[in-house]
């Protein structure tokens, strides 16, 4: 009998697998908050992201010191799991290639991603892009360091196609308040909260377009935080929607009770999860040609689709059958 063949293999030859990355994306800025919040990755398990903030959490003055502390803690035991990545300061702050000298040269092998906030063209993203393959080169760095980048101007998302095409990009965030700051009062501040950030039409049309052309260039859609810290149950129908409603597969969360929530969510469901399993292990044993399952056929296009929801049910902490487990994540 010929070795079973893996799906990621199977089903995405000579092709881009899209991103498999947790739901949740969490943001610190401060050391005490970074550290924190590794200590929750490791008690919670590897099913969020922690962003390191050098553009909001770095002080004045204090921009060089700020990135160092993130080299040295990313660094130490502390960061068992690697999966953190740093947003670094905006296309005009003079600090932002001093960001990447430094992050990259001190955790270019580790780092998650690296985040651009606010580029108002896609020229920008573009050039900074190009300095962090420079400076990862330079080091010796022989992958790809993933890239996030944030539209949340006016300019970003007219170009949000184009740079949704950019080199080693992973995500494309939404940045909620920035873009209603934008807008000089025509989007009244209740929309920054639910259900207006949902509602108002300049907002449904802006995160609408973020996630059309995150996913028809095969990067993840990541949606803005949720500004009720306290009430989780919010941060939770602020997630189930923007993930059943506008089909973002990430969100950010600003406070540690935010990540569980987000997590939950958008994990997919349990019944759906089984029926992917299953799907799956008969396929591999078909040699992944097309089978009968519950009355239904399905074939390859249909196998990436159950494929993708097992990877997230296994970045989100859902069971998978031990068959299924064993077949294709052990």
Known sequence: ????????DALFSGEKAFPAIPTCEHFAGSEKLIVKALQLQ????????????????????????????IVRVLSSEANIHEMAGARIHDYTHPSWKQDVDILVGGLGDILAYITIPKPTQARQAAEM????????????????????VLIETHGALREVHEIAALPWLQVLDFGLMDFVSGHHGAIPASAMRS???????????AKA????????????????????????YSTYQDAYRARNEFGFLRMWSIYPT???????????????????ANILLAAQQAE???IQYAGE??????????????????????AIPEAAETAFFS
């Not at 590897?46 to 004045?60: H, L, M, R, S, V």
């Not at 259900?195 to 049309?205: D, I, N, T, Y």
């Not at 377009?209 to 009430?231: F, Y």
């Not at 494929?307 to 049910?313: F, G, N, T």
Request: proline share 5%; glycine share 6%; with cysteine.
């Open 1 to 8: 009998m010929s070795q079973a063949v893996h799906p990621s």
């Open 42 to 69: 490791e008690k919670l398990g590897p099913i969020f992201d922690i962003t390191c903030d050098c553009e909001d959490g770095a002080a004045a003055g204090k921009e060089r010191e700020h990135a160092e502390m």
């Open 129 to 148: 892009i190009e300095y962090i393959q420079k400076v990862a080169a330079k080091n010796g760095i022989q992958r790809e360091i993933p890239i996030h």
């Open 195 to 205: 259900p207006g950030q949902f509602e108002h039409k300049l907002l449904a049309r």
């Open 209 to 232: 377009e973020v996630v059309a052309a995150a996913l028809a260039h095969g990067v993840v859609p990541a949606h803005n935080v949720s500004l009720d810290l306290k009430n989780a």
């Open 258 to 276: 935010q990540i569980q929530a987000i997590v939950d969510a958008m994990k997919p469901d349990y019944s759906e999860v089984q029926d992917s």
């Open 288 to 290: 992944w040609g097309p």
């Open 297 to 318: 056929l399905h074939d390859r296009a249909t196998y990436r689709y159950f494929w993708e929801v097992l990877q997230k049910a296994k970045l989100t902490g859902v």
